[in-house]
């Protein structure tokens, strides 16, 4: 029998066992039902399907809305890869994003930007709000078209942070894999319950709840941008959600622990804490486990090109104990992970830092017309049962214990040569950070002539002492050089109110080795 697309199978099941349960809360309030998303999607696809014969990519452009999700559905039943496009993104990588795939059709969620208007003929844009409110029946595409197997279900462009975005494939495969997995975890697991959704779609830990929830009956508690610009807001909508499952980066968790109000007397249904995307710092894990002492918090790793996250681990007072970075998490079934030398690719001794390299059913297919840069990350390789494997080289360094739990060691592209000295960067922010006096910190390269000429660290302090910025930075410099030798203390420290973030939700360290 042929492959068919695990996670549409299990979105239907949702829809056939309780069609009015609510599968989405948009941020004004209105709510989409099982049963109406799957026959919206069926619209979409219906009308993609009238457009082209072609399996070729189809953007979805929109924020978070209900038709969003819908759009990916109707992709996938049309047979169309989906391309999650989010406004907020910098119109200058909308538009790459957009030639790079060569005048694709675009579902339009919400009015197109301007700078978009000259560069898609109008031909090829499909209004999902037209769509949405006609109210005719249609007939969806045959099952036999919906993406499946090897087809790509969806491409996701990497912010581009270190060049031109590149747009990952992930197949319906990768996808139902992954799936699986995450319907193994606690909470997520029970069915049907509230996921926040606040990763914006074009970053893939959204996946954790567009996939986590729909394919278990759960409901997606959408938060939009400009809520989580302003506490209170948020708040005031997070406090009637119900929200059980959380997933998103520390960055994010840690925006809302500035305010003290953020605890279970706010969130008083949150389960589970699921992080992804970037080092999740103990101070933060161990706030949340004191402000939340019923939830879980678990760590996770991946890149997109393995499909969100491949590890997991469960953070409790065994791990919060002691000192060193936490714990990113044991692999899932399916996956095994190698440390391997960076420049030989030759197996490093147990416990040794190496390169992370990623092997198993969730490794993406490579990097969407782009043979060269997908030749050089992915390769195949032979799992330890025999069994073939597609594997891929991730560029961040880590070890594996004893146990097989894999710690991060930061990125390659993070280590640093200053003065001669090979320095972590991250090594220095998670000391750093482990002063009283600081509350987040970000450390980044400030170069001269293609070289390093010293280290920045901005700062966010927990309690302001009393002084002048420059006796605090002074102070801080003390503080951190009775931790760690004399070369990784940073020759600047600046205060900030803030770190910015990506539109990923990411620590911006681009916009903080610029300012
Ligand atoms: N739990 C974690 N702890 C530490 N780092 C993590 C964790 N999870 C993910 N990462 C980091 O995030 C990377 C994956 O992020 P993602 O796939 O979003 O792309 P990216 O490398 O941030 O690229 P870009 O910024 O260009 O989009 C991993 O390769 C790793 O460096």
Redesign the pocket.
Known sequence: MAEENGFLLSVEKAVRLRPQAPAYRAADGTTMTYGELWKLSDAIAATLAARTDDREPVVVLGHKAPLMVAGFLGCLKSGHAFVPVDTEMPVARLMDIVSQLGAPLLAATVPLPEALRGCVPVGRIVDVRAIASAPCPVRAPDRGRWVAGEQTQYLIF?????GR?KGIEVSARNVARFMDWVRTFPVIGEGGRVFLDQPPYS???SEYEVVGALSTGGCLHAVEREETEDLRALFADLRASGVEVWASTPSFADLCLVDRSFDERLLPDVRLFL??????RRSTAAALRERFPRARIA???????STV?V?YVEIGDAELAGERPLP??AARPGTELRIVDPETGAPCEAGRTGEIVIVGDTVAKGYFRNPEKTAAAFFDATLADGSPARAYR???AGHLDESGMLY?DG?FDSLVKVNGFRIELEDVEENLGALPLVKQAAVVPVRRRERVAYLKACVVLRDRPAGTDFEIARLIKARLAERVPGYMVPRAVTLVGELPL?C?G?VDRKALAEA
């Open positions: 990497t912010s581009g942070s270190t975005p970053f893939d830990l992080f992804c995307g970037e080092a999740l760590n996770t790793y991946g890149p997109t090109e996250a590890t990113v998490g991730t560029g961040d991060c990125r990506t990923n990411k």
